[in-house]
């Protein structure tokens, strides 16, 4: 950097003209001397023009905001939050198999933990065999248990068998009942068989649990940076503006604070680590987050390719329909 003229070689001017005696010239040397050049030039007597708004070379450079829209978010005072959610409305099963080899009328449904057979006689009854599409109705005409498992006796509609229209102990059937169908003149409770009672099927909740996690950080400014007090329009990310009193790195960390809210609810898991010290799972279990949830327990596409045209993207849809609620459960 170089200073010229140098000082006590000033000449006052009779005028108020520019002449080359009569200023200061403060220019950037580009580092000879062994003086740093990374001076921003000051254009011989003219100050510097200064743009006096931030730019927004990123744009909006937020993430928060899904959470909110998609209708995701509840507050908590509490260290957990439990909540549960309604099952289906109408009774199917899936996994079912064919029994009696290939004269075979029954059905055998596997039951797991929390789930019985609440199929009634002369329910009306879609079986469908998902490996071939082959599909037929019929009526029950026996409902039982045997082995653990729940028993099917079944009439189709279409005069064969079951073990006729879907192979021999067919496995991987799914069933649906969508009505049940009475002869005239019957009264159900009375007996067995057209009059047999019927089951009453009580709704089951399925309930879940997760557990808040603290978020923390930090900004640390000495006092007197606080009174360089600079005044610049800055555009927020929430789209207002304004000349504020400017702390830059005051106001990027609480807009990071606020994402880490967010992305933590996002992208959080729960902790596996059973461990000792600080970071067991007891002192800090973590979080589920909505990607974790949907892996666990979602609709989760792999290996889809735009090679495959719309047929793959039109068995996704059909997939989401018949989940119900798909305004509230598909987030694209």
Not at 102 to 125: H, K, Q, R, Y
Request: hydrophobic content about 40%; glycine content about 12%; charged content about 15%.
């Amino acid at each position: 950097m170089s200073l010229l003229p140098q000082f006590g070689a000033i000449v006052p001017s009779q005028t108020q003209s520019v002449l080359a005696t009569n200023y200061l010239q403060w220019n950037n040397n580009g580092g000879a001397a062994g003086i740093p050049g990374n001076f921003a030039d000051f254009a011989q007597q003219y100050l510097p023009e200064i743009y006096e708004s931030e730019v927004e070379r990123y744009g909006n450079r937020t993430l928060s905001g899904f959470l909110r829209m998609v209708g995701a978010e509840m507050p908590m005072t509490s260290d957990q939050v439990i909540w549960s959610e309604q099952n289906r409305l109408h009774i199917s099963y899936d996994n079912v198999a064919g029994t009696g080899g290939g004269a075979g009328t029954g059905l055998l449904i596997p039951v797991a933990a929390g789930i019985v057979n609440v199929i009634s006689i002369n329910d009306t009854i879609v079986i469908l065999d998902p490996a071939t599409g082959t599909e037929a109705k019929g009526i029950v005409t026996a409902s039982g248990a045997a082995a653990g498992n729940g028993t099917l006796t079944v009439q189709l509609y279409s005069g064969l068998t079951i073990g006729a229209t879907f192979g021999a102990n067919a496995p991987g059937l799914k069933i649906f009942v969508y009505g049940s169908d009475y002869s005239k003149g019957t009264t159900i409770g009375a007996g067995a068989g057209n009059s047999a009672a019927r089951v009453s099927v009580e709704p089951v909740l399925t309930q879940f649990s997760n557990s808040p996690i603290i978020i923390r950080d930090q900004y640390v400014v000495s006092g007197s940076d606080t009174a360089q007090i600079g005044w610049v329009n800055v555009a927020t990310e929430d789209g207002t503006d304004g000349y504020l009193w400017y702390l830059k790195a005051a106001s990027e960390t609480r807009l990071r604070f606020e994402d880490y809210l967010e992305m933590a609810m996002v992208e959080g898991e729960l902790n596996q680590n059973a461990g000792a010290g600080a970071n067991q799972n007891l002192l800090q279990p973590g979080t589920q987050g909505l990607f974790a949830a949907i892996q666990a327990r979602g609709n989760v596409e792999t290996g889809f390719t735009a090679a495959q045209g719309l047929t793959e993207f039109d068995a996704i849809l059909k997939n989401l329909d018949t989940q119900g609620a798909i305004k509230k459960t598909c987030y694209s």
